[in-house]
C-alpha cells in the first residue's frame, strides 16, 4: 500500500468516526419548544410517557422512577425539567428534551409530593417517614434543608406541601394539627413559622392561585382551615365547620385531592370528604353558598382556567363516570363513562383540551371541553397523573 | 490514479462534506426550554431583543420587523414562536430558538396589536387602516378570514382586539361604538355578532383573567362598558359612569393601556383616563370602590399573579417614576425613578421578577418583586414592550 494510500485511509477512518458521531448527534432530540409538554405517570411500571399536547402523541417513554402509586409533578421555569415525587421516597428530575434522568435521589421513606419555589431554584418534598419536608437545589437535586417535623408527639407526618409567593414553602403536620411556613427568602436557611389549631388531622391543603390563601381539609373533623396569607399575625380559621351535619358518614374509599380546587365564578368548589357531594363555597367570606349533588365520591372536582364548567371524578367502584357540572346554575350539564379506573384530570392552560386517564383501560383520553367530543388517545400503561408544563407558571400546584 | 486511490478520494470529499454539514448543525440554537424566555421590542430599530428570563440576559437580536413603534406580542402554546404586531400593519413570525423570522406579511397599513385563539391555531390583528381585523393560520400565516368592520359610517377603526375561550376573537369599533365576536369555534368560517351601543369611541378592551367579561374603555365619555359573556343574550352594560364627575379634563398624553388592568385581591384596578389617579372597582359588581391619587396620568397598571401590589408607570412628562401601590390599602408602599421614559413593566409569571423597560436609558430592569432591589439589567435600543412566552398560557394577553 502507498505512503498515499495509507494516508486516505486514515483521513476515511478519521472522517467516518466523525460522520458517525454526528450521525448520533442527528439522533439526538429535535429543537422544539417545551410549554406543550405533559408528562402521564404510568403507575404500575414506574415510567412516564411524555407527550406533545398540540398534537395530542406520545414522544417517548422514560423508565426507572421507582415506586409512582401515588406521584406527582412540578416543573422548572423554563419547562424543560420534570421533578416527580414517588411514594416511595424518590425525588427524580427529568429532562424532557433528552428523555432522560438528569438526578434521582432517595431522600425519604414514603413521601407525599412536593412543591418547587416560585423562583425555581427550590423543590421540596413531603414526607410521611421520617415525618418532615427536605429541600433540594433544583439544579442539582444537592440537600437544601431538612426540617423534621417534631412536635409533642414525636415526628409528625407532613401533607399538604405548597409554594407560596417569596420562597416560601407551606406544609401541615397531619399528627399535630399544625401547619408550617418556610420562608426561605433570606437565603437557604429557612424562616420556621408554626401555625398551631389547624385542626384535626389536615390531610390536605392548596393554596389559592393568587397564593394568598391555604386552605387545609380536616380527616377528623367535618371543616376546613383556612389561613389568610396576606393578614398579620397569621390566625387559623375554621370553615364549614360541621358540613356533615351529624350525617353518618360514608366510608371514604379515597381521599379527595384538594390542590384542583377551582375557583369557578367568584366561588370555590370543593369535594366533600366521604359524601356525594361538591361543596360551592364563597370565595370572599369562604361560607358555603350552596351544594350539589353528584353519582359517587368526589376525588378531583376541576375548573378549567375560564371556570366555567367542573369536570368531576369518583371514587371506587363509581370510578368509571366523569360528571361535568355548570358552575353558574350548580347543575349537571353532560356524565359519561370514558372507562374503568377514570383516575385524573387535566385542563389544558387555557382551557380548550382536557386531558382524561383511564387506568385500567390503558389509555389516556383528550376531550374538547366545550362539546365533549373525543379528539384524540394516547395509550399508556395503567396511566394515572397527567401533568402539562403549563403548571410551571403557575401557583399552588 | 489508481481507481481504489479515486474512490477513496470520492469517499473523503463525501465523508467531508458530511462532516461539514454536521459543523454547520452543531453552530444551531443548543437545546433548551421555552419556558423562561422572553422578548423586548426595540422601537425605533424595528427589532428585538431575545432573552433567558432565569438568567436574566440577553440571547440574541433579530431584526428587519418594520415598524414597531406601538408594538405588541403573542406566543404560540409551545412557546417557541412569537408573533409581533407592527404598526405599520406588519405580522412577523419569530422562531426564539433560532432567532430567525420564520414568515412575514404586510397584512394592513396601520394595525394595533392582536390575539391568538386558545388552541393556538389562529392569530388575528385589529387594523385602523383598512378597518376591520385580518384572521391568519399560526403555521404558515396564510390568511383564513378578513372582517371588515363596516357600519353605516363606513369602515371603522378597530381596537381592543382579545381573545376568548372557545377560538372567538372580540374586537371594538371606534367610529361604530360597537363590539364584534367572531366565533371560529365550527371552523375557519367566523360566526359574527355584533353588540352595538357600546358608547363612544372604545380606545382597547381587556379581557378577565377566566375569558368571562370584556370591558372596553371610552374615550368619548366618562365611563367603561362591559360584557358578561357567560350570560345570553350579551348585553353591554355601562359601568363607572361619569367618574370625572364633570371636572375639567386635562389633555391626555397618553392613552392608559387596559389589557394590564389587573385582578388584586376582590378587585379591579385601572388607569383612570387623562387623572391622576388610579380607580378600584369590585370584581363582581364593577362598581367602583374608591382611588388611589397617583403621581401622574397612569399608563399602565399591573399586578402580579398574587394581586398584592400594583406597579405604576406614568405619561409624559412624568415618565421617570413607578410608584407601587398595596392592593389592600391603596396606599403607596414605594416610589423611585427607574429612569427617563418608564415605558413598560411585566411580571414573571409566578411574580418574583419585575421587568421595566427605561426607553431613554437603552436598558430593561429587573426587580425583586418584594424587595425592590435591581438584580440585573440588560442593554437594549429604546426599549418598549416587554413580553414573557409564559403569556402563551394565558387569555386575555
Redesign the interface.
Known amino acids: 500500500m502507498t505512503a498515499?494510500?495509507k494516508s486516505?485511509?486514515i483521513?476515511?477512518a478519521t472522517?467516518?468516526a466523525?460522520?458517525t458521531?454526528?450521525v448520533a448527534?442527528?439522533q439526538?432530540?429535535v429543537?422544539?419548544?417545551?410549554?406543550?409538554l405533559g408528562i402521564i405517570v404510568e403507575r404500575t411500571t414506574g415510567s412516564l410517557v411524555i407527550f406533545d399536547?398540540?398534537e395530542r402523541r406520545m414522544i417517548s417513554r422514560v423508565e426507572g422512577l421507582g415506586d409512582l402509586s401515588h406521584a406527582s409533578a412540578v416543573?422548572?421555569?423554563?419547562?424543560?425539567?420534570a421533578f416527580i415525587f414517588g411514594r416511595d421516597g424518590g425525588l427524580t428530575k427529568v429532562d424532557l428534551?433528552?428523555s432522560s434522568i438528569v438526578h434521582r435521589v432517595m431522600q425519604a421513606g414514603n413521601s407525599i409530593g412536593g412543591a418547587i419555589s416560585?423562583?425555581?431554584t427550590l423543590v421540596a418534598v413531603a414526607n410521611y417517614e421520617p415525618g418532615g419536608i427536605k429541600v433540594f437545589d433544583t439544579a442539582t437535586l444537592a440537600e437544601v434543608a431538612d426540617i423534621p417535623a417534631t412536635w409533642t408527639g414525636g415526628r409528625s407526618k407532613t401533607i399538604g406541601l405548597e409554594d407560596a409567593?417569596?420562597?416560601r414553602f407551606l406544609f401541615s403536620l397531619w399528627d399535630a394539627g399544625e401547619t408550617w411556613i418556610a420562608d426561605f427568602?433570606k437565603g437557604n436557611t429557612p424562616q420556621i413559622t408554626k401555625l398551631t389549631g389547624m385542626g384535626d388531622r389536615p390531610y390536605d391543603a392548596l393554596v389559592t392561585?393568587?397564593?394568598?390563601y391555604y386552605v387545609a381539609g380536616l380527616f377528623g373533623e367535618d371543616g376546613l382551615t383556612v389561613v389568610d396569607l396576606?393578614q398579620s399575625p397569621l390566625t387559623p380559621r375554621r370553615i364549614l365547620r360541621g358540613y356533615g351535619n351529624g350525617e353518618t358518614k360514608l366510608p371514604v374509599y379515597k381521599m379527595p385531592h384538594l390542590e384542583s380546587w377551582a375557583l369557578a365564578?367568584?366561588r370555590f368548589v370543593l369535594p366533600a370528604i366521604g359524601r356525594h357531594e361538591l361543596l360551592w363555597v364563597d370565595a370572599?367570606t369562604f361560607e358555603e353558598t350552596n351544594r350539589t349533588a353528584v353519582y359517587g365520591q368526589p376525588v378531583f372536582a376541576v375548573a378549567?382556567?375560564?371556570?366555567?364548567n367542573v369536570w368531576v371524578n369518583f371514587a371506587h367502584p363509581l370510578n368509571d363516570t366523569i360528571q361535568v357540572v355548570d358552575s353558574?346554575t350548580g347543575s349537571i350539564v353532560k356524565q359519561w363513562k370514558p372507562g374503568p379506573a377514570v383516575l385524573h384530570i387535566e385542563f389544558a392552560?387555557?382551557?380548550?383540551?382536557v386531558w382524561v386517564s383511564v387506568r385500567d383501560a390503558n389509555v389516556v383520553q383528550v376531550y374538547d371541553?366545550?362539546t365533549f367530543e373525543k379528539k384524540a388517545e394516547i395509550a399508556a400503561n395503567s396511566p394515572s397523573g397527567i401533568f402539562l408544563?403549563?403548571r410551571?407558571?403557575?401557583?399552588g400546584l
Chains 1, 2 share one sequence.
Request: proline residues 7%.
Open positions: 498515499l494510500l486516505l485511509l483521513i476515511a472522517l467516518m466523525s460522520v458521531h454526528a448527534a442527528d439526538q432530540p429543537l422544539r419548544g417545551t410549554g406543550n399536547a398540540t416543573f422548572s421555569p423554563d419547562e424543560r425539567y428534551l433528552t416560585d423562583d425555581g409567593p417569596g420562597r427568602s392561585s393568587d397564593g394568598r396576606w365564578g367568584n370572599r378549567g382556567p375560564d371556570g366555567r353558574l392552560p387555557r382551557g380548550h383540551d371541553a366545550y408544563t403549563a410551571a407558571h403557575r401557583m
